[in-house]
């Protein structure tokens, strides 16, 4: 394993969806695909590991919680245009939890993948 690489897991409901999704429209490369179950893919130093129902790390705890997609926690994508980025990816039916909020360090809106993990897009301040 390389430690070039920052590693974030997310549980998804379908691999191949999220592997269309992360590619297609975000920029990833697929690092490894071991569909059904598990796939890893890219993005500069970003690793994310897209683990299915049949991934080891989406299995239950020794006390029997099930990890599931979504939350709050979520990877964050630096976008030189936000407002240019959400109209691309509104264009092409995808669904955001909020507007583009805009604070001192920059402007950020939260996108969901196909399984409802975040996605941050944030365009720094000038």
């Known amino acids: 394993m390389s430690d070039d690489f920052v590693s974030v897991r997310y549980i998804v409901d379908d691999v191949s969806a999220s592997i269309e999704f992360y590619t297609s429209l975000l920029g990833f490369t697929i690092q490894q695909d071991a569909r059904p179950a598990f796939a890893s893919i890219i993005r500069g130093n970003l690793r994310l590991l897209l683990s299915g129902k049949a991934s080891s790390g989406a299995q239950a705890m020794p006390d029997g919680r099930q990890p599931v997609p979504g939350g709050w926690n979520r990877i964050l994508l630096i976008v030189s245009d936000i407002r240019a ?3 691309r990816l509104r264009g092409a039916g995808l669904s955001f939890r909020n507007d583009v ?6 402007s950020q809106i939260l996108l969901d993948d196909p399984s409802g993990n975040p996605i ?3 365009e720094p301040a000038h």
């Open 85 to 87: 980025e959400v109209a």
């Open 120 to 122: 941050e897009l944030f």
């Open 101 to 106: 909020l805009k604070g001192v360090g920059g």
